[in-house]
Nanobody
């Protein structure tokens, strides 16, 4: 099993940047593909970004491509989401997720473990 804890959320002005961190417990972090999802008020949770166990393969939602960067440090059991050029529509609770397997997937149903979420609010 793996437990996930997100941090780094907060209030930022449009055009600003934030870096989210997902800290994972367990010694087998490197065997899990990871992802970030978000849920805005009144909307369903949606895919943001994912990466393979090695961090080599990455995937992004079209809405964040070119602005967000997902990465991981398996030695530190940590995953990151660097968010630049933030827009008001990026406002949401951001969740990190892990799935048993090396391949990164974009469907939340494929993920076994979830963090509690961290709020990101982008003001105009």
């Amino acid at each position: 099993q793996v437990q996930l804890v997100e941090s780094g959320g907060g209030l930022v002005q449009a055009g600003g940047s934030l870096r989210l961190t997902c800290a994972a417990s367990g010694r087998t972090f490197g065997r899990y593909a990871m992802g970030w999802f978000r849920q805005a008020p009144g909307k369903e949770r949606e895919f943001v970004a994912a990466l393979s166990w090695s961090g080599v393969m990455t995937y992004y939602a079209d809405s964040v491509k070119g602005r967000f960067t997902i990465s991981r440090d398996n030695a530190k059991n940590t995953m990151y989401l660097e968010m630049n050029s933030l827009k008001c529509e990026d406002t949401a609770v951001y969740y990190c997720a892990a799935r048993s397997g090396v391949v990164a997937l974009t469907s939340q149903g494929d993920y076994n473990y979830w963090g509690q979420g961290t709020q990101v609010t982008v003001s105009s």
